[in-house]
């Protein structure tokens, strides 16, 4: 059963931008990016389908689901909402960034730069440690890994023409799981089904605004076994929406505010740094990020 509707957004909207950033992280067999479009399995109350997003002609994105039984179209649309960064002023972020001489340039370079969000806070959790200290295109192998072992297989001829052929798994498996074949340090394995069980218990534990202030996110996120500082602040930037979230001491971030010299700032220096760029410090970064590709 196919649904198709509009998604407005407030332009400009950097739509190759957030695609880029979307396609070096797809998981092979649960997200697809081509040309313009991106695809992706999913679960919606229990319910596998795919999800197909690409750009209107307009403000406003084209979303295509296909499910098996009837779904709600607005839980789709929360997802989607979610993981474009739908609701985002760039008018009212880019000029209070743009007070800053650093950050001037690269916001008149991309005025519609958004922050990339997550379809489930439970598969970005995974993929955050999965990726500690391992590179972004190792991190996505262990994660088609997982979903090719745990994921229910999805029957869809255009998705898997696209190559979508699993949904990414849910908790109960994760926890329960054998993931001692995946290759990883013993103590990963640990976090990632400790963070399943976690999300079993409390099953709101990735939904904005549940935990209140800025720090008491983190602080919840920290909580969690495998979850410091830069993470937990990577999940409350694309999962929780939290615009302020900051992942301070990144190292992208810190050679992209190196001074003519080359010198980088200390963590404690790039904090400071950021205040100013209150309480927009997540799309500060992303263009941070952005001016170094």
Known sequence: MASSFRLPYRAPYDWNAILSFLALRAIPGVESIAEDRYARTAVINDEPGTVFVRPGRGAFLHVTAHFAKPVPRALIAARVQRLFDLNADPKVIGAHLARDRRLAPLVAARPGLRVPGAWDGFELGVRAILGQQITVVAARGLAAQLAARL???????????????????????????DLSTLGMPRARIAWLQALARAHLADPSLFDAGTAGSLDEVIDKLRSLKGIGEWTAHYIAMRQLREPDAFPVGDVALMRALANAKGVRPTARQMLARAERWRPWRAYAALHLWASLT
């Open 151 to 177: 994921g229910e297989q999805i029957t869809h001829p255009q998705a898997n023409a696209l190559g979508l052929t699993h949904v990414f798994p849910d908790p109960a498996r994760v926890s329960a799981a």
